[in-house]
């Protein structure tokens, strides 16, 4: 594999190729692997291009706005960041350099709660002028779940989002081939000062035997989790809480109901269960059954400024990105970051023109047509 030129860069899978050629095995594995055959992983991408785009002409485009909001915030494009976990095995700056670049291109980042950075440094490490979130799991510690909610709340994160699709960790056949471990410079820093209650021990800490990485998760998460506990991240939380995971109108509509205040359509990239449909084709019956009443994000494959037009166009707020994220670090850090989010931003803002779109509101259902879902 050949490494790809910086200089000649024109897309997001330029980065993707970098990387497959910059990063260990043990890390590239990890950041890129799904479940099982990885079917989902390649139908995310996939299913965007069974999407047609239909562009309105003669509309006067020559100033494209593609500011908007989430959960009330003010942000300049509706392309965030998804948490991925462990960010300094791709770049020595890790989740501080993804979220000043964040900042710099003024967008949400969503940090994993299985960062190799603390809640606390992360913050420290920006001026709080853009929105950052949490994104939460239910550990079988409540009071150490609950402890993250009250750090996040105390250094200035607006939202959390809560992740209900890991009751255990899907089967990645490449980490287990690997024996993923986490190198020993690094730790999920979120629990450094909390030995006790959330035992990260040698053993379970993501250990060198062959289901490593499952074996911690099955050690921390709670597999017993239910509607009831999403009330209970609520009712102890003074920011709002999302889901994100949901993939049906029934899980959507259970959702509202049980108070959430946004949804994001994931199939965590592909990584849990094999099959699971591409987001874009969930996120269509997922507005429906949600009606307006609460915020829809998406995240999955998106990696062209057209698959945000058609997220947007099928009732997205907004749409997170998640590997790219992970290959722009590593190629470059910070400014590896904002570059990748300024060509998938100049991406869309040329796909908003050519469709005859100046505003984000300006993008409606009539600009796509769906084909049929091929054949997994
Ligand atoms: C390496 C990696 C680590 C991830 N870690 C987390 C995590 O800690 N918490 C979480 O909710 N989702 C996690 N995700 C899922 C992402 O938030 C997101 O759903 C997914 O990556 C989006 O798909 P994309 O990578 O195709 O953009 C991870 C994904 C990857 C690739
Ligand atoms: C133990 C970290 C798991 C993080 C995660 O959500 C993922 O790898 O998809």
């Known amino acids: 594999m050949s490494k790809a030129d910086p200089t000649s860069f024109v897309s997001l899978d330029d980065f ?3 990387a497959e050629a910059n990063l260990d095995r043990n890390a590239l594995d990890y950041y890129r692997s799904g479940a099982q055959d990885m079917i989902t992983v390649r139908e995310n991408q996939r ?7 239909r562009p309105r002409i003669l509309r006067d485009v020559s100033t494209v706005d ?3 909001s989430i959960q009330g915030a003010s942000i300049s494009s509706p392309i965030c960041i998804a948490p991925t976990a462990m960010q300094r095995m791709a770049h020595p700056e890790g989740e501080c350099a993804t979220a000043r670049a964040a900042e710099r291109k ?3 980042m969503v940090l994993s709660s299985w960062s190799t950075t603390s809640i606390e440094d992360v913050a420290a490490s920006t001026k709080g002028q853009s929105p950052k979130w949490l994104q939460l799991y239910i550990y079988k510690d409540r009071k ?3 402890r993250l909610i009250e750090r996040a709340q105390d250094s200035g994160y607006t939202a959390i989002a809560l992740t209900v699709d890991t009751p255990y960790l899907g089967r990645r056949l490449a980490d287990i081939r690997n024996r993923f471990r986490l190198p020993p410079h690094l730790t ?5 000062d909390q030995k006790s209650q959330v035992s990260q021990s040698k053993t379970t800490h993501v250990s060198d035997n062959a289901s490593g990485l499952a074996t911690y998760v099955a050690s921390q998460i709670d597999p017993t989790l239910s509607w009831k506990h999403v009330e209970w991240v609520k009712s102890v939380s003074r920011i709002p809480v999302l889901v994100k995971g949901v993939l049906t109108a029934e899980d959507a509509k259970l959702a509202v109901e049980a108070g959430v205040d946004g949804i994001i359509v994931s199939n965590h990239g592909g990584r849990q ?3 699971a449909p591409a987001t874009i084709d969930a996120l269509e019956e997922v507005c429906r059954a949600v009606d307006g009443r609460v915020e829809v994000y998406l995240d999955g494959g998106v990696r062209r400024g057209t698959d945000v037009f058609k997220a947007l166009a099928l009732g997205a707020k907004a749409v997170f990105l998640g590997r790219p994220v992970l290959w722009a670090l590593n190629y470059n850090g910070e400014e590896g970051v904002v570059e990748m989010l300024e060509m998938i931003n100049e991406e869309l803002r040329l796909a908003m023109a050519l469709t005859g779109c100046v505003s984000v509101s300006d993008i409606k259902r009539d600009h796509v047509r769906v084909l049929p879902q091929a054949r997994l």
């Open 188 to 192: 999920m820093a979120n629990f450094s």
């Open 273 to 275: 269960v094999d099959t």
């Open 66 to 68: 593609m500011s908007t």
């Open 106 to 108: 003024n967008t949400c």
């Open 144 to 146: 150490a779940t609950q």
């Open 47 to 53: 299913a965007f291009d069974r999407i047609i785009v």
């Open 16 to 18: 993707e190729r970098y």
